[in-house]
């Protein structure tokens, strides 16, 4: 297992001492069906509460200034916000207040959530002023795993963190990559909690996305920290939100990024290189390079159809937690006139603009039929070797894949009102030269 697949060990993780109210237990597995309508897409006591308590505001209009204020109350030392991600703040405040339709769940959720992530912006800010040789910390070459979301990206990722050789980010340290003197434990407890909350209110999105707090997982948390992010709109309908943000300078974001990674890196260094994945750093390769100039990439493909389905089942679970008005052939329409869609060609143009050896392309299919040969060819394209230690690892993930298998995910295109020839005609070129229909 790599440092990040036990740091701490999986027998660590388990006897950590939770609170009784967060203790991680096993739930049965449920399979996810075909999505309609956020009315039944969730158990019969969120459909109650929701109902119940209608319009009520039990935390009041969403606001920045206030989430602002209370973060700064709770971290009395830690000074003021960044200016860019103050302003980014506000614009998605005001999208979740013109555009979400958030039920009673939902403004409670965005509250909890918003104030969180402000408070942990001021303490990342604070940890790298107090340190600044941190600055000066030297991050091993990264690779980027691309790719749209449900096309792979997360499997391929996970396995890459079965290579002692790969530095990647468990979820508790891009949760909150702020090091204290206690060690990561509560860092780790707090994130169980709000996962295992998580999963009491929506199983569906577990079933869909497993996560826990020790496992590899993507750098989303770092671009939340700043409020920076278009995975905002998977869990929240923000949209004027993300329009504000692809008007954005791109680097913006970035730059707050590797500040994080050199934060996390600078405790727990190890690693020849680091490995990345978000769905979303697919739209941003020129930006990417720009922060990460020896930046090499690893791209995956997926038939679009069975990818546009899965994006709308994902969307359309996670907002109806918080929101009523969702609909699963709004949500199609939506989603296939998005950035998601718009801007995926041209991110295959941008790092068809790369010299030889800085990306490797990877399909779904074959990652599938053999995940550590797939994977080796990828490394050899980049220039790297995949060692003896990481292939008996990978073997051994994918073995236990197998052996508990994830909860069926139902989803199709027709569902969410959408053609599937329309969309191998709109995407022929890509399905052509990546063979992606055989």
Known sequence: MSPQSNYPPNSAALELELPTSIQMRRRPAVGVPQFTHARDS??????????????????????????????????????????????????????????????????????????????????IEQALREAPEIAATELPPPVFVLGLFRSGTTILHRLLGEDPDNRTLPHWESFDPVHTPEGPEPRQRKLAGFLRLADVVSPNIKAIHPMDAYQTDECRGMFTNV??????????????????????????????????????????????????????????????????????????????????????????????????????????????????????????????????????????????????????????????ELGAEARVAMHEYMRTKRENPSPRHIHTSEGFGLDPAAIHERFASYCTRFDLLG
């Open 227 to 384: 409020f920076r992010t278009p995975q905002f709109n998977v869990q929240y309908r923000v949209g004027g939100y993300v329009n504000w943000l692809l008007a954005q300078d791109a680097t913006i974001a970035y730059r707050h990024h590797r500040r994080q990674l050199q934060l996390v890196h600078h405790h727990r260094p190890y690693g020849k290189r680091f490995v990345l994945k978000d769905p979303t750093h697919t739209f941003f390769v020129d930006a990417i390079l720009e922060v990460f100039p020896n930046a090499r990439f690893l791209f995956i493909h997926r038939d679009p159809v069975e990818t546009l389905s899965s994006i709308c089942s994902l969307h359309a679970y996670a907002r109806s937690v918080f929101s009523g008005d969702v609909d699963a052939h709004a949500i199609g329409a939506e989603i296939s006139d998005s950035y998601l869609l718009r801007l995926l060609e041209p991110a295959v143009e941008a790092v068809d603009r790369l010299p030889a050896g800085r990306v490797a392309h990877i399909r779904a299919p074959d990652l599938g039929r053999d995940a550590v040969g797939t994977i080796a060819n990828a490394y050899s394209t980049l220039g790297m």
């Open 42 to 123: 969730h158990a019969r006591w969120v459909r109650a509460v929701n109902g119940m308590f209608g319009s009520f505001a039990p935390v009041g209009r969403p606001s920045s200034d206030i989430w602002w204020e209370r973060a700064q109350r709770l971290n009395p030392t830690a000074g003021d916000p960044t200016p860019e991600t103050r302003a980014a703040l506000e614009a998605l405040t005001q999208s979740l207040n013109d555009d979400a339709a958030l039920n009673f769940i939902g403004k409670i959720a965005a509250w909890l959530d918003c104030g969180r992530m402000a408070a942990t912006h001021l303490r």
